[in-house]
């Protein structure tokens, strides 16, 4: 069954980076018919999408325009493992980070469990 | 503001039927068959009940039901039960360079 577990700090100070990493389990990052994502949920934004790695097929990332500037995803298949780096982080940025596996439809199927990041000096 | 309108909150007692709308425009929902459903727990991730409008993942009870008319969806939960408290979510697919955008969420009291 395939599940996913974000890790990274729970703590950032503002204009720091976010680092998160997510693991993959029961399926292939690079053998998949998922692409590979990230969300946010706060209680001022609600639901968010942030980008997603397409790691079977064209390699290609796809990103929000609202984090395009800020966001950076990536995949080690040695590790099944997917990142996320978000720069220049702010109080606005404080909320639950989950880790996604998206389907056709750009669907978020599966979840990981989320970890919430706050900002905070 | 969230792109897709939902009622804020919504009730039933137990054994009743609710039903939740999902409101967008014919760039997403009106366009595509691509609306899904999240029941999401406190505390909790949420969770895909419905997608592609009406597909249930297996492991969700029947009791669940979607549909979609113009540029609305609708999410149908029948024989109501203490365990379906939660919020709800709905999504729809959506062009570039977003691809999707979700509602505001819906609270479902179960009295």
């Known amino acids: 069954q395939l599940q996913l577990q974000e890790s990274g700090p729970r703590l950032v100070k503002p204009s720091e980076t976010l680092s998160l990493t997510c693991t993959v389990t029961?399926?292939?990052?690079?053998?998949?018919?998922?692409?590979w994502g990230w969300m946010r949920q706060s209680p001022e934004k609600g639901l968010e999408w942030i980008g997603s790695?397409?790691?079977?097929?064209?390699?290609?990332?796809y990103y929000n325009p609202s984090f395009k500037s800020r966001a950076t995803i990536s995949a080690d298949t040695s590790r099944s493992q997917f990142s996320l780096k978000l720069i220049s982080m702010t109080a606005a940025d404080t909320a639950v980070h989950y880790c996604v596996a998206v389907r056709r439809g750009s669907t978020p199927y599966h979840w990981g469990q989320g970890t919430l990041v706050t900002v905070s000096s | 503001q969230s792109a897709l309108t939902q009622p804020r909150s919504v009730s039933g007692s137990p054994g009743q039927s609710v039903t939740i709308s999902c409101t967008g425009t014919?760039?997403?929902?009106?366009?595509?068959?691509?609306v899904s459903w999240y029941q999401q727990h406190p505390g909790k991730a949420p969770k895909v009940i419905i997608y592609?409008?009406?597909e249930r993942p297996s492991g969700v009870p029947d009791r669940f039901s979607a549909s979609k008319s113009g540029n609305t969806a609708s999410l149908t939960i029948s024989g109501l039960q203490t365990e379906d408290e939660a919020d709800y979510y709905c999504?729809?697919?959506?062009?570039?360079?977003?691809?999707?955008?979700f509602g505001g969420g819906t609270k479902l009291t179960v009295l």
């Open positions: 014919s760039s997403d929902i009106g366009r595509y068959n691509y």
């Open positions: 592609d409008v009406n």
């Open positions: 999504s729809s697919y959506v062009d570039s360079p977003i691809f999707v955008v």
């Open positions: 790695i397409d790691y079977s097929g064209s390699g290609k990332v």
């Open positions: 029961g399926d292939s990052i690079s053998g998949s018919s998922y692409y």
